[in-house]
């Protein structure tokens, strides 16, 4: 069984704006409430905790919280520079918290799963045109 919706989860703690920057991006000059990705770099403590609330109900896979770590989406927050260390960071919190889960119980593998979304300013696919397929 795969996890569930992180995002979700984040938003029920109704952070503010100090607490997606954290001590690390207390003076970063745009705002960063509402990416959750930041979050691994500013509390990754949430972010395990929810992967291990996940684990708890039985999930067998955790997605990394890394939906909208790409440069595109995080161009949006002036954080490009930090795509590949959210992503790195994203597998780790994720691993930790499998890692934790296997040491209570090693009587069923548990996986993680690497997680890309879509960027944001992707058209919808059906405004995209298509070649028809032709023979090799």
Do not use: C
């Amino acid at each position: 069984m795969i996890d569930g919706a992180i995002g979700t989860l984040i938003q029920q703690n109704h952070f503010g704006e100090a607490d997606y920057r954290g001590e690390r991006f207390a003076t970063h000059t745009t705002d960063l409430k509402n990416n959750n990705e930041v979050l691994m770099l500013s509390r990754p403590d949430v972010i395990e905790a929810i992967h291990t609330d996940y684990l708890e109900a039985g999930a067998d896979i955790l997605e990394t919280n890394t939906f909208n770590a790409n440069a595109v989406s995080l161009a949006d927050y002036d954080l490009v520079s930090y795509a590949r260390e959210m992503n790195l960071v994203g597998a780790q919190v994720a691993r930790s918290a499998v890692d934790a889960a296997l040491r209570r119980d090693p009587s069923r593998p548990r996986w993680v799963a690497g997680y890309s979304g879509p960027a944001r300013d992707l058209p919808p696919s059906s405004s995209m045109s298509r070649a028809p397929p032709t023979a090799a």
